[in-house]
């Protein structure tokens, strides 16, 4: 490995020589990514697996189109947030039937929100972060008007979360790693805090699975979610994911008391009865084309061997944090993630008074990262696809649209609906 922080010395051959001895290579062929795009927005999109629309065109017209009905079990649809979820959990550190894909990240929070308070009475607080995705803490706070009340969203600041933890908690709701600095939670610190004090843990793996390691099962985690169409690859919109351990599996019951959540959906009869596993947290039906997708994602990341992935992740985002510093120096730009790897995730958010501006003059030049109000861009790193000359490209085009002040246009100042 290069040491990255004698940056300065390095160059463009340097990185093009570790990306030809790279083993983890050979997987960005898999992706269809545009010629002349650098793309470090796998934090928000995962790019697109060459072999995605082919499937979901089979999918659509064969086995639907043929199949009809029979799809759901010929082609084992409706097995499939468990299948699915079983390839997840290996990237989790769950066990096999903790986890099942359904849903969005919002919905399977609120879901398990209300199962962590209800195996939890007597103790009204959902004990979080502020600044945690404000989506995570929306749905916390929408729990209030169901509730009668009874539940409260508090907040406290990170590092004196664990001392917030109380007898009045019943669940810590926290993003694993954060979705703007990149910063990682000590998961099963945190975790063994709360349960001392009698409470459960839920994290946000959304910026977390596909990119560095988790252990829940380690961490003994109560209950997790995560989006699919981040570093799992899965597109727009992709379904995601839900984790229960297996410990609470009996107790925790969803408040949408679906019918293939029910232990025996087919029998049609009036009165629910939740399924045994994890299952019982499925409302209604799956879309099939989307958790197509995102098997195709998933099993791209197994085949990669994640220990390789997360190494690669980290000596990415090392590497360009390393970049920034030699070559960016005096331009303005502020480190708002961990200096340090290990606290980092796989993204890093460098800070700058126009930053809005500066990133849409970096995606004019096909180097396409994200902004994040008020003043943050944001780099991800997708061990998969992204390469050691990409970052170098990355960081070039950033030296030169500051030193030329290139973003001081109008068109580049004209905030759009989505960032
Ligand atoms: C940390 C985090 N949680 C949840 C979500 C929202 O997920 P969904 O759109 O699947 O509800 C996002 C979306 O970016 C996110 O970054």
Redesign the pocket.
């Known amino acids: 490995m290069i040491p990255y922080r004698c940056a300065s010395s390095l160059t463009l051959a340097d990185l093009e020589a570790l990306d030809r001895d790279d083993p983890s290579g050979t997987w960005r062929d898999a992706f269809m990514l545009p010629d002349g795009v650098v793309y470090l927005d796998g934090t ?1 999109l995962g790019a697109l697996p060459r072999e995605t629309p082919g499937r979901l065109q089979e999918v659509a017209a064969r086995q639907w189109g043929q199949g009809l009905i029979r799809g759901w079990t010929a082609h084992d649809w409706i097995g499939a947030p468990q299948r699915v979820g079983d390839k997840i959990a290996r990237l989790i550190g769950a066990g096999q039937g903790e986890v099942v894909v359904s849903d ?4 399977n929070l609120f879901k398990l929100l209300v199962a962590a308070c209800r195996l939890r009475p007597g103790r009204p607080v959902i004990l979080s972060e502020p600044g945690n ?1 404000p ?2 803490l929306y749905v916390a706070q929408g729990l209030q008007g169901p509730s009668d009340g009874r539940i409260e969203l508090r907040l406290a600041p990170a590092d004196r979360i664990e001392a917030a933890i109380d007898e009045r908690v019943a669940v810590v709701l926290l ?1 694993h790693v954060h ?1 703007k600095s990149a910063a990682v939670h000590d998961m099963a610190r945190i975790t063994a805090r709360a349960h001392r004090q009698g409470a459960l843990t839920l994290w ?1 793996l ?2 977390s699975a596909g990119a560095v390691p988790v252990d829940l099962n380690a961490a003994q985690a109560d209950f997790a979610v995560g ?1 699919g169409y981040k570093y799992l690859n899965g597109g727009p919109g992709a379904p ?1 994911y839900l984790f229960v351990a297996r410990r609470h599996q009996a107790a925790a019951v969803s408040p949408i008391a679906g019918w293939l959540g029910h232990a025996r959906p087919f029998d049609f009869v009036d009165c629910y009865a939740p399924a045994p596993g994890v299952g019982r947290f499925l409302a209604g039906s799956h879309p099939i084309l989307g958790i197509t997708a995102l098997e195709i994602g998933v099993d791209l990341v197994l085949q990669a061997d994640p220990q390789r992935l997360f190494d690669k992740s980290r000596a990415l985002s090392e590497l360009f944090v390393a970049l920034v510093e030699s070559r960016c120096d005096s331009q303005g730009l502020e480190l708002a993630s961990p200096r340090e790897p290990q606290a980092r995730g796989s993204h890093v958010a460098l800070r700058h008074a126009q930053a809005y501006a500066v990133m849409q003059a970096l995606i004019a030049r096909g180097v396409i990262g994200d902004f994040r109000t008020p003043d943050l861009m944001r780099f991800g790193f997708a061990p998969l696809y992204n390469r050691h000359a990409d970052i170098w490209h990355a960081v070039e085009t950033l030296r030169d649209v500051l030193h030329t002040a290139a973003w001081d246009r109008s068109e580049f100042k004209q905030r759009q609906a989505v960032t």
Not at 104 to 107: A, F, L, M
């Open positions: 928000s969005s990240t919002s919905v995705f989506n995570d993003t979705y946000d959304s910026h989006c995601a």
